[in-house]
Each structure stands twice: as C-alpha cells, then as structure tokens.
C-alpha cells in the first residue's frame, strides 16, 4: 500500500475513533445541563443543531443537495419520520441519562446491531446467514434474562435501539450523508422545538437565558447552545473516517460508543451491576461476538470470490472450437 494511502487510512481511523468516542462519552455531558428537563434540552439540541449544521455546510459551501432533495417527495417524507425517530431517541437517552440509566442506555446501543438484523429480515426480505441467526437467538435470550435482572423488560434500551434501527432504516433508503441529513432532520424538527421553546418560556418553565442564581445561568444557557455543535461534530468526524477506511471498519469501531458509554455508567456514575446484569451483558457481548466473526469471515469470502472472478476475467479467452457431435446433443438436451 503506498504511503499517502496508508497515511490516508489512518488519519481515518482516528476520525472514526473521534467519531464513536465523542458519542460515547455523551453521558458526561447532559448531566451538566440539569436542571433543565429532557425535554427542554432536546428542544434546545434540535434548534441548535440546525444552526450548527448550516454554519458547517456555509463553511464548505455544500448546498448543491437541497435542490434535487426538495423535488422528491418520498424521500422528503422518509426524512421527516427520521427526524420524528431519532427525537424520540434523543429525549429517551437524554431523559435516561440524567435519570440514572446510562447502563441501560449503553445496553441499547450493544443491542442495536441485533435488532437492525432483525428489521433486514422482517422489512427488507434478507435472508440470514447461520451465524447471524445464532446472534440473534443470544440476544434474545439476554433480553430475556435482562428482564429477570432489572426486575421489567429493559424498555429503555428497546427503546432506545428500536428507534434507532428504524432511523438507520430510514437513512438508507434516503440516502444523505450524516452531515446533509442532520441539517434536513433539524429543519424538519426546527419549527416544533422552537415553538415548544417559546411555550416553555411563556409558561414559566423554561431554562435558557435566565440567571436565577444557583440555578442557571448564561453559563448554562452556552452549554444548551454547545449540544447543538456537540451533535454535529461527530457527524464530520465520522464522514472523515467513511471515505477513508473500509466498511468493516467502521463496523467494528461503531462498539465503542456503548462501551464508553457502560464504562461511564460503571465507573463514573457507579451504576449497580448485580451478577445477574453481568449475565445479560455477556450474552449480549457473545452474540455481537459471533456477529462480528460472522462478518469477517464473510468479508474474506467475498474479497477470495472477487480475486477469483478478476484472475478469471485476466485470462486470455480461448479460441472457439466446433461441437462434437455429443456435446451438441448434450448442450440441447439439457
């Protein structure tokens, strides 16, 4: 490999780890932003987000998308159920976050790979390899044993990763890149949560702006503003990394998020872990275990059935030669 490409292949690397760890280390963040409520910060990260996002897109002159978007209304209707999707996903993480439940949350971002399997079969007619069906039937069976360990069914992060999955089902079939559908999905939220701000405002319950001391503050009315460029710097640091390494790569690197994420909660916050939740997690570390030997094996097969087809492909074609007579009886027949 020459060197400018492996330099390339690596400053990617690290924009992919940048990309995961910052979203992995998220729980540190929406703690400081108390005593606002999850849904006053979700409001502020919706309308904040799109002014980031255009500052970004301004900065790189990047409007030559929006056109062609605006005349095809399927894929203006895919983006706003994104943008509905991934609201609720926001206010559930936030919500839970700050309630306590970052363990859980963690849990539904280890199980989201599972699940988008899931929707490959049941919406997309996929069919599924042996591997990928035992990951599966694990997961399964450590949601199960999860539900025993909190005592319910983990909602949270069913939640969490099923509204996920179905943005990132969304997604693919719009078709934008991270940066471009974030600042479509904002604009699409823009109007509700600034009306929602508004509403907070004038019934007394919001929290930007105001200086009530030990309570808020401009201090804090910056770090309401700050999630919105929080939220979209991760977006360029993963298209950095998805033009630069390969596919699988990402795939891997996307397990750092929830691992912070439970490390945080863990370590940080001192969440509870009782044996019987150290089950639950191994199980769902063993299937996304065999998830991702799946996946490589699967790789090196297609890369092995790709050389295969090309060295095929190389070889000098030999000249026709007549049928016997057997061999054209035999091709007829068949």
């Known amino acids: 490999m020459p060197q400018t490409i492996q330099q390339d ?93 970052v363990v859980e949350t963690s849990l539904g971002y280890f199980i989201n790979p599972l699940v988008t399997i899931g929707f490959g079969v049941l919406v997309l007619k996929e069919r599924l390899r042996a591997a990928q069906w035992t990951a599966v039937g694990i997961g399964a069976v450590a949601v199960a044993v999860l539900t025993v360990a909190f005592g319910q069914l983990p909602w949270i992060a ?28 904002s604009a699409f939220m823009f109007p ?15 929290t930007f702006g105001h200086t009530v001391p030990g309570s808020y503050g401009w201090g804090h009315s910056a770090l309401l503003m700050l999630g919105g460029v929080i939220t979209a710097i991760p977006l360029l640091f993963f298209g950095a990394a998805a033009v630069r390494v390969p596919l699988t790569t ?47 094996r699967q790789m090196r097969v297609d890369r092995a059935g790709r050389a295969a087809a090309a060295a095929r492909s190389a070889q000098p074609v030999a000249a026709a030669q007549p049928l016997q007579p057997e061999a054209a009886e035999a091709g007829v027949t068949r």
């Open 250 to 296: 990402l795939g891997l690197l996307q397990y750092l998020a929830p691992i912070f994420q439970f490390l945080c909660g863990v370590l940080w916050f001192h969440e509870s872990m009782p044996p019987a939740r150290w089950a639950g997690f191994a199980l769902v570390w063993a299937a996304l275990a065999v998830l991702t030997w799946d996946a490589l």
């Open 9 to 101: 292949s690596g400053r990617g690397l690290w924009y992919g780890i940048a990309a995961y760890g910052i979203w992995g280390v998220f729980p540190l963040f929406w703690p400081l932003l108390e005593p606002s409520a999850a849904d006053d910060i979700v409001a502020n990260r919706m309308v904040w987000s799109l002014i980031a996002v255009v500052g970004m897109l301004a900065a790189q002159r990047h409007w030559g998308w929006i056109r062609p978007l605006l005349r095809q209304p399927r894929r203006l209707a895919m983006l706003a159920g994104a943008a509905a999707v991934i609201s609720v996903n926001w206010g559930v993480y936030i919500w839970a976050v700050n309630a306590g439940h």
């Open 192 to 206: 509700f949560a600034l009306g929602y701000l508004v509403y907070l405002e004038v019934t007394g319950h919001g």
């Open 158 to 185: 069913l939640i969490l990763a099923l509204s996920f999955a179905t943005y990132g089902l969304l997604k693919k079939q719009v078709g934008l890149s991270g940066l471009e559908s974030l600042a479509a999905e």
